[in-house]
Nanobody
Framework: QVQLAESGGGLVQAGGSLRLSCAAS????????MAWYRQAPGKQRELVAI???????HYGDFVKGRFTISRDNDKNTVSLQMNSLKPEDTAVYYC??????????WGQGTQVTVSS
């Protein structure tokens, strides 16, 4: 069982930056990939960014070079640096870990609010 704890959300003005962090309760070396998802009110949860165990990354189309995902297997953390934030980025952001055999783990979520 992997427990994930997000931090770093908050309120920021449009154009600003936030850095989200996710700490895993156990080594992330056995996790295939880690990701960030987000869910805005009334909308489906969507993938923001994902990073494989080897460091390959993929981003949602809406990111357009504004966000960067990174992971530190020594510290069992994954981070999301978000720059040039827009009001439409307002959502609850969730950390996700994809383990072998199709298992997935989720954090409790952290609110990101971008004011115009």
């Amino acid at each position: 069982q992997v427990q994930l704890a997000e931090s770093g959300g908050g309120l920021v003005q449009a154009g600003g930056s936030l850095r989200l962090s996710c700490a895993a309760s156990m080594s992330t070396t056995s996790i295939n990939a880690m990701a960030w998802y987000r869910q805005a009110p009334g909308k489906q949860r969507e993938l923001v960014a994902i990073i494989s165990s080897g460091g390959s990354t993929h981003y949602g189309d809406f990111v357009k070079g504004r966000f960067t995902i990174s992971r530190d297997n020594d510290k069992n953390t994954v981070s999301l640096q978000m720059n040039s934030l827009k009001p439409e980025d307002t959502a609850v952001y969730y950390c996700n870990a994809k383990a072998p055999l199709g298992k997935e783990y989720w954090g409790q979520g952290t609110q990101v609010t971008v004011s115009s």
